[in-house]
C-alpha cells in the first residue's frame, strides 16, 4: 500500500509562484508513475502533469511552459513547481501514483494524495 502526502499549497498572487511537494511511503517509488491532478471550485477534477521512472513528462495544455513536474528518487518525493501562476489555477492539488505506463485518466491511478490547497489572487 502507497501513502501520499501533499504539501506546499497555499495563498499566492497572480504571477507568483508556488513548488508542491508528494512524498510517497509504503512502496518502491522509483518504480511508480506520479501524476498531479487538481480540482477547482464546482469543476470536474482534471490531469495537470505526469512523469515515469524515465524522465518522461506530460503536461495539460493549460500549464504547459508555466509548470514543471520533476521527482527526486533518493526522497521518494515528487515536485510540481507552479510559475506565472493565474486565478484559474485556483484548485485543490492531488498527487497520485500508478505502476507501468503514464496516463491523464484519473480513474487509473490507484494512490492518492489528500491534497493541498492553492489559490490565487488576481
Known amino acids: 500500500q502507497v501513502q501520499l502526502v501533499e504539501s506546499g499549497g497555499g495563498l499566492v498572487q497572480a504571477g507568483g509562484s508556488l513548488r508542491l511537494s508528494c512524498t510517497a511511503s509504503?512502496?518502491?517509488?522509483?518504480?511508480?508513475?506520479m501524476a498531479w491532478f487538481r480540482q477547482g471550485p464546482g469543476k470536474e477534477r482534471e490531469f495537470v502533469a505526469t512523469t515515469n521512472t524515465g524522465g518522461y513528462t506530460n503536461y495539460a495544455n493549460s500549464v504547459k511552459g508555466r509548470f514543471t513536474i520533476s521527482r527526486d528518487n533518493a526522497k521518494n518525493t515528487v515536485y510540481l513547481q507552479m510559475n506565472s501562476l493565474k486565478p484559474e489555477d485556483t484548485a485543490v492539488y492531488y498527487c497520485?501514483?500508478?505502476?507501468?505506463?503514464?496516463?491523464?485518466?484519473?480513474?487509473?491511478?490507484?494512490?492518492w494524495g489528500q491534497g493541498t490547497q492553492v489559490t490565487v489572487s488576481s
Open positions: 509504503g512502496g518502491t517509488f522509483s518504480t511508480y508513475v
Open positions: 497520485a501514483s500508478r505502476k507501468y505506463v503514464p496516463t491523464r485518466n484519473s480513474d487509473q491511478y490507484n494512490y
